[in-house]
């Protein structure tokens, strides 16, 4: 499938700080997905972008469709203990498969 | 609201054995998808189903097969279960073919010893 590039890999929060994460891919997409993934649990689908340069909130989360149609970005503001997780960008191939990026890792930083 | 279930939760088998797991789409999803996540790793698209029929498939072994059924649940069968196999699995569903949001459940989690 095609490959999306998430990055950073890992990320250390402090409580209140904004946060940003990125997928980026040399392949055009459609359409962009946010999913948050606790230990041991299911993604949970956070956010869904389908133009180029849509801006799109859920509460403190925001994600942007890039207008190259080659990227996204995630922001998380004020950041709480909950926030911590893996986040993946996920979009599909050419054949219609959900892949997904390697995910960044949020831990709060003591 | 209503989420994908899926059982068991946990599950632990031998080498050369079977497993079946089972999911259960959100009421009114005709879709299911079917993920495969190794440790420290993203999940993996491995088949799906629309209306019944297998739509895609991906990167699926030939010991695994699945099916949708007139309830649209939906169940994995794992044959000759390998360590490698070990691993959680996820189904997701969502409405219509071509949907792109998916919905996942809680996964599976599958121990081969």
């Known amino acids: 499938g095609q490959q999306l590039n998430q990055s950073p890999q890992s990320m250390f929060i402090q409580e209140g700080e904004d946060v940003s994460m990125n997928c980026t891919s040399s392949?055009?997409?459609?359409?962009w997905l946010w999913y948050k993934q606790d230990p041991g649990e299911g993604p949970v689908l956070l956010i869904a972008?389908?133009?180029?340069?849509e801006l799109t909130s859920n509460g403190r989360l925001t994600a942007q469709f890039g207008i190259t149609r080659k990227d996204s970005f995630l922001n998380i503001s004020a950041s709480i203990p909950s926030d911590v997780g893996i986040y993946f960008c996920?979009?599909?191939?050419?054949?219609?498969?959900?892949?997904f990026g390697a995910g960044t890792t949020v831990t709060v930083r003591a | 609201a209503a989420g994908v279930i899926q059982s068991p939760r946990h599950l632990i088998k031998e080498k050369r054995e079977t497993a079946t797991l089972k999911c259960y789409p959100i009421?009114?999803?005709?879709?299911v998808y079917w993920y495969q996540q190794g440790p420290g790793q993203d999940p993996q698209f491995l088949i799906s189903?629309?209306?019944?029929?297998?739509?895609d498939k991906g990167s699926i072994p030939d010991r695994f097969s699945a099916q949708q059924f007139s309830d649209y649940h939906s169940e994995l069968n794992m044959s000759s279960l390998e360590l490698g196999d070990s691993a959680l699995y996820f189904c997701?569903?969502?409405?219509?073919?071509?949907?792109?949001?998916?919905?996942f459940g809680p996964g599976t989690r599958l121990t081969v010893t």
């Open positions: 009421p009114r999803h005709d879709t």
């Open positions: 997701a569903s969502s409405s219509g073919q071509g949907a792109y949001e998916q919905y």
């Open positions: 189903f629309y209306e019944k029929m297998q739509s």
């Open positions: 996920a979009s599909f191939s050419n054949d219609y498969k959900l892949s």
């Open positions: 392949s055009i997409f459609n359409t």
């Open positions: 972008l389908y133009k180029a340069g």
